[in-house]
């Protein structure tokens, strides 16, 4: 069979009926909120009605306060740890307490951007109240000091849940009882390719902290022993700002585009201000120390795909992405080859993912820099053809890892493959 159909095969095999599961593999039972938004993305190119669906049905566990959660439970979730029982989250505790990178608004933009029927137009224009409720929470739960940045209080927030940019902030948390024994994902995938044990108990002993709370917005940024202003979350939500104020223009609401326009001028000014004259880089900060974030993850690169100027700005950050790919066989290492905390097998130390190509390739077209985009494009494309359908891949051999058959990985291929990035 043609890899497209069977990318199309596997986006209909983890399909359950108004949401996809990231893998059928057994990893991930359930409904996760970017994952689904990308999945949308390039369900589009075959089922227009079915990709909007995916939204609306995450919209669907959207909480009373404009969070959506990252995890939606809808139905058997007892191969996950932790599941709803765990989390005991939401009006009604079928999902998990926190959220995910707000991506969802550019992927609504691009659905609605190429949508020609006015019954699709219709279910798009219904959710961008509900993307502003998203917005309006981020800010007033996550950022109410006013900084511009918003915080993250669990790493699986960022949705880059291991990535050598927490250690020390998930370092300063208490490691709680141990959880070895309750994990899943180690019996679906390889140990040394997932979260340690120490960073699963530290997990789940945040989890247990917010749950003691209620999960009430008002207090998690105050108590949250793990408070941090990803770079990456932040450029990914100041895309989303973009593209929200534009739907909510192009579908008459000029109060909330001008509400949007606010958040954007704001976060776009605290965004510049991330950026390290010295190293020629763009770190976050921990917002409960205040120190900088000083390492080279593949976030202080996602500023390209939040902002169409910034390779001018700073061409040296250009010139970095160059010289990690020059140190691999595929990109982008999520993680700068070479360091200590690089590990090319475990998750987000180093690995591959198809879905930060995607805001990488975007980013740098915008940005000018298409030819590096065509690079990465190429790596992403040669990555499926040789080696499948993998959640991550080594990006010094190529090596399939994580779960199979993943949604995301194949909604990727599809995008890429379309030429619609
Ligand atoms: C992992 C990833 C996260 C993703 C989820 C489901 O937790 O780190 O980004 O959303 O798996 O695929």
């Not at 707000?102 to 219709?122: C, G, H, K, M, W």
């Not at 798009?124 to 502003?132: E, I, N, Q, S, W």
């Not at 770190?283 to 000083?294: C, F, L, M, N, S």
């Amino acid at each position: 069979m043609e890899l497209k159909q069977q990318a199309i095969g596997v986006l209909r095999q983890n399909d359950r009926g108004g949401y996809t599961i990231p893998t059928a593999s057994g990893l991930y039972p359930a409904q996760w909120n970017w994952d689904s938004c990308l999945v949308a993305l390039s369900r589009a190119q075959f089922d227009e009605a079915r990709a909007v669906t995916e939204i609306e049905t995450l919209f669907g566990g959207q909480w009373p306060d404009g969070m959506v959660p990252h995890i939606l439970f809808h139905g058997d979730d007892s191969s996950y740890f932790p599941n709803a029982s765990v989390w005991q989250a939401g009006p009604t505790w079928r999902s998990s307490g926190i959220t995910q990178p707000l991506v969802a608004a550019t992927v609504v933009r691009q659905l609605f951007e190429y949508a020609s029927d006015p019954a699709i137009r219709a279910r798009l224009t219904a959710l961008v109240p509900k993307l502003l409720a998203w917005h309006r929470w981020c800010y007033a739960a996550r950022d109410p000091h006013g900084t511009g940045l918003v915080s993250i209080i669990h790493p699986w927030e960022s949705g880059m849940d291991n990535s050598p940019l927490w250690d020390d902030a998930l370092n300063a948390v208490e490691l709680g009882p141990p959880v070895a024994h309750l994990r899943k994902d180690t019996g679906f995938a390889a140990a040394d390719h997932r979260p340690t044990a120490p960073e699963y108990d530290r997990y789940i002993n945040l989890v247990i902290r917010f749950r003691d709370n209620g999960y009430r917005a008002d207090r998690l940024y105050g108590i949250a022993p793990f408070r941090v202003a990803d770079i990456g979350f932040n450029a990914i939500l100041q895309r989303a700002n973009q593209d929200l104020r534009s739907l909510l223009a192009a579908t008459g609401d000029i109060a909330g585009a001008a509400e949007v326009a606010i958040m954007k001028e704001r976060t776009g000014t605290a965004i510049a201000r991330c950026w390290h004259e010295e190293d020629g880089f763009f770190y976050g900060v921990d917002t409960r120390t205040g120190k900088i974030i000083r390492k080279p993850g593949i976030a202080g690169f996602l500023p390209l795909f939040a902002d169409a100027e910034v390779a001018a700005r700073h061409p040296r950050l250009v010139e970095r992405l160059e010289s990690w790919l020059a140190r691999v066989a595929y990109g982008v290492p999520s993680f700068e080859p070479d360091r200590p905390e690089f590990e090319p097998q475990r998750y987000w130390r180093g690995p591959v993912w198809l879905i930060v190509n995607w805001m990488l390739i975007n980013g740098l077209r915008r940005n000018g820099c298409g030819d590096l985009a065509a690079r990465i494009r190429r790596d992403s494309l040669a990555l499926v053809e040789r080696m499948g359908f993998a959640e991550y891949f080594n990006p010094l051999t190529g090596e399939p890892l994580g779960g199979s058959g993943f949604s995301w990985t194949a909604a990727m291929y599809l995008h890429f493959l379309a030429g619609r990035e």
